[in-house]
């Protein structure tokens, strides 16, 4: 609804009563001008001044009296219209401060809210500065704890290169074996659970590294906790050889352990030229010596120049003293 203040109001009025007063005023005019011709008719020129007091009187009389009928309807109306406007003024301003009393309140909230927020956050900052600290302390003692298992492993391989079939030695390296692998598995869960307490399903890089240098000295150690089982089963084998660069020999040993074999070395001795036999002196080890030969003569055609030349296996069950179960004597030469 429109609004209409107080000087407009004013100026209608005055517009309104200027033109109701100009229209009476012509029709009375002429009313009372007839009047007055006959009245003068009747009362002569002597009365003429009263009459025109008269008139005038009630010229005014009658147009104030039209005016107030004329004007009363439209001011009661336009004043109508003022106090409903007010009306609706003051109900909008007091729904305006009803809204921003919400608005305030949220606003409220909402800065409690981000203060909330920002305490949690600054919370969890904490907590995972302090949980990379604690990944960061466990990472590092698991890459020494890593160097010490490598470190062992090397030593143990080393030892299972150079072992002689002894019951203790090999009872000593299957055992150090074990361990070997038991703790290379405690390190690759403990790695795990580190990498789960950072909460993150993948492991950082570095965690990455070490998984797989662990999964490959795990691999590594069951190899070579099943070559130490094996070699308390296999033949140890001494090789006396003349004529043949070492290397060759080098390469001949290789062959044997890749088949099984336990080679703890090479001696040259010129008593070996000419040989090619493999001495074994207990039944069971000639019987084994049947496969070493098979392994000697594939290895020997592809670096003999001459006609093949293959080993025998030659049986020394009656001599003496004899050398423990599981070792038998390689002589070769050219």
């Known amino acids: 609804m429109s609004t209409i203040d107080k000087e407009t109001l004013e100026y209608f009025r005055s517009n309104l009563e200027r033109d109701v007063r100009e229209t009476v005023e012509k029709k009375l005019f002429r009313t009372w001008t007839a009047l007055a011709a006959a009245f003068l008719t009747g009362v002569g020129l002597v009365g003429a001044p009263w009459l025109i007091t008269y008139l005038d009187r009630q010229i005014a009389s009658a147009v104030q009296q039209h005016v107030a009928t004329a004007v009363k309807e439209p001011t009661e109306r336009a004043k109508k219209q ?26 409220e909230m909402m800065r409690r809210s981000s203060d909330e927020v920002a305490a949690e956050m600054a919370k969890l900052r904490r907590d995972l500065a302090t949980g990379a600290k604690d990944v960061d302390d466990a990472l590092k003692a698991s890459r020494g704890r890593l160097s010490e298992i490598d470190d062992r492993a090397k030593q143990l391989s080393d030892r299972l290169r150079n072992a002689v079939p002894d019951a203790d030695v090999v009872a000593s390296l299957t055992t150090d074996m074990k361990a070997l692998v038991t703790e290379v598995g405690r390190l690759g869960e403990e790695l795990k659970q580190v990498a789960d ?18 999964a490959s000295l795990e691999r590594a150690a069951v190899q070579r906790s099943q070559q130490v089982e094996k070699a308390s089963a296999s033949l140890t084998i001494y090789i006396q050889f003349a004529g043949f660069d070492r290397d060759t020999i080098k390469g001949l040993s290789e062959r044997l352990v890749q088949a099984g074999f336990n080679v703890p070395g090479e001696e040259r001795l010129t008593s070996a030229g000419r040989l090619r036999e493999i001495r074994c002196f207990y039944p069971a080890d000639c019987e084994k010596a049947a496969r070493m030969k098979e392994v000697i003569d594939d290895y020997l055609r592809t670096v003999d120049t001459g006609p093949p030349r293959p080993v025998t296996v030659k049986s020394l069950r009656d001599y003496t003293p004899k050398p423990r179960p599981g070792i038998v004597e390689l002589w070769i030469g050219l």
């Open 82 to 107: 003022a106090e409903e406007a007010e009306s609706v003024a003051r109900s909008s301003l007091s729904e305006l401060q009803v809204r921003r009393k919400v608005l305030d309140e949220g606003l």
């Open 197 to 214: 307490k950072a909460g993150s399903p993948m492991a950082p890089e570095s965690t990455k590294v070490q998984q797989q240098q662990i």
